[in-house]
């Protein structure tokens, strides 16, 4: 399984980024995935989680970035995205995308992206 994260970039406070995870290996339309990400000095932290149910799925997300950011599947592309907006300077960090589980804890997945950096300006 191999997951490649994209889209990070620069941006100032306000603005808005998409971030990209394309799944290789596994189909994503059968599994949980979620978003973490590392500031430096920080620990992993969950961001979001897109769940798989037959039919549909379900969102669950950290509270500091809750009404700011979607995590989305596309199923036909194998992919799993993060739209953020209202970006705020505490968001600078690696993000991290992982496969397997919708779980919070980063010890309940077993395939990581590489990850890609964020970083909000005052």
């Known amino acids: 399984v191999q997951l490649q994260a994209s889209g990070g970039g620069l941006v100032q406070a306000g603005g808005s980024l998409r971030l990209s995870c394309a799944a290789s290996?596994?189909?994503?339309?059968?599994?949980?995935m979620s978003w973490f990400r590392q500031a430096p000095g920080k620990e992993r932290e969950f961001v979001a989680a897109i769940s798989w149910r037959g039919g549909g799925s379900s969102t669950n997300y950290a509270d500091s970035v809750k009404g700011r950011f979607t995590i989305s599947r596309d199923n036909a592309e194998n992919t799993v995205y993060l739209q953020m907006n209202s970006l705020k300077p505490e968001d600078t960090a690696v993000y991290y995308c992982?496969?397997?589980?919708?779980?919070?804890?980063?010890?309940?997945?077993?395939?990581w992206g590489q990850g890609t950096q964020v970083t909000v300006s005052s």
């Open positions: 290996g596994r189909t994503v339309s059968r599994n949980g």
């Open positions: 992982a496969l397997g589980s919708t779980g919070w804890s980063t010890t309940d997945y077993d395939f």
